[in-house]
T-cell receptor
Framework: KAGVTQTPRYLIKTRGQQVTLSCSPI?????VSWYQQTPGQGLQFLFE???????NKGNFPGRFSGRQFSNSRSEMNVSTLELGDSALYLC?????????????FGSGTRLTVV | GENVEQHPSTLSVQEGDSAVIKCTYS??????FPWYKQELGKGPQLIID?????GEKKDQRIAVTLNKTAKHFSLHITETQPEDSAVYFC???????????????FGKGTKLSVIP
């Protein structure tokens, strides 16, 4: 079966711009979580969506937002980009409450802010 | 909140030797401990996991042990091969509930290099 699909794979943006990243979870998975990965901070939790509702949010500024659609696909948006937002953004798919198994990650979107 | 410490940050072993990576966690409520392998240019891939009611789990050349009393768990890779070279992450799940959210707290990663 198809894995978690993230688009685009690479993105270069200028400071002050905004960006939207997309994630399609594994078929049947209704929960999508987003993580930011940087060399210094490792994997940091951004937010989790289930049934189009944000269930949990990490410690990131309000410039980071997301949403989930009825087909479970999710997008995350970063507004007013800063140099420090350069990172690998990973989407993780999960069946949802009641399923205590690990995530399946996508390959990520590499965002570079210049 | 949960805090996961992972050691070492880098590890080099000769092909055929064993590799051990250790993690400690802080939240005694954590009950699920997965390990992920991340190769260059790819997302993390789940390689093995263990639940709090089990002390050890094996899958071919990899094994994980859990000591709930001491709040630490370890990944063991035997007969290492060059393709085992990657970054390995441990994680703990302190926030799962039947109706609540699901979140993993990750260690900072261990870069394993297997020297042929």
């Amino acid at each position: 079966k198809a894995g978690v699909t993230q688009t685009p794979r690479y993105l270069i943006k200028t400071r002050g711009q905004q960006v939207t990243l997309s994630c399609s979870p594994i078929s049947g998975h209704r929960s999508v979580s987003w993580y930011q990965q940087t060399p210094g901070q490792g994997l940091q939790f951004l937010f989790e969506y289930f049934s189009e509702t944000q269930r949990n949010k990490g410690n990131f500024p309000g410039r980071f937002s997301g949403r989930q659609f009825s087909n479970s696909r999710s997008e995350m948006n970063v507004s007013t980009l800063e140099l420090g937002d350069s990172a690998l953004y990973l989407c993780a798919s999960h069946r949802g409450p009641g399923d205590n198994y690990g995530y399946t990650f996508g390959s990520g979107t590499r965002l570079t802010v210049v | 909140g949960e805090n996961v410490e992972q050691h070492p940050s880098t590890l080099s072993v000769q092909e055929g030797d064993s590799a051990v990576i250790k993690c400690t966690y802080s939240d005694s409520a954590s009950n699920y401990f997965p390990w992920y392998k991340q190769e260059l240019g790819k997302g993390p891939q789940l390689i093995i996991d263990i639940r709090s009611n089990v002390g050890e789990k094996k899958d071919q050349r990899i094994a994980v042990t859990l000591n709930k009393t001491a709040k630490h768990f370890s990944l063991h890779i035997t007969e290492t091969q060059p393709e085992d070279s990657a970054v390995y992450f441990c994680a703990a799940n302190p926030k799962y509930s039947g109706a609540g959210s699901y979140q993993l707290t990750f260690g900072k990663g261990t870069k394993l290099s297997v020297i042929p």
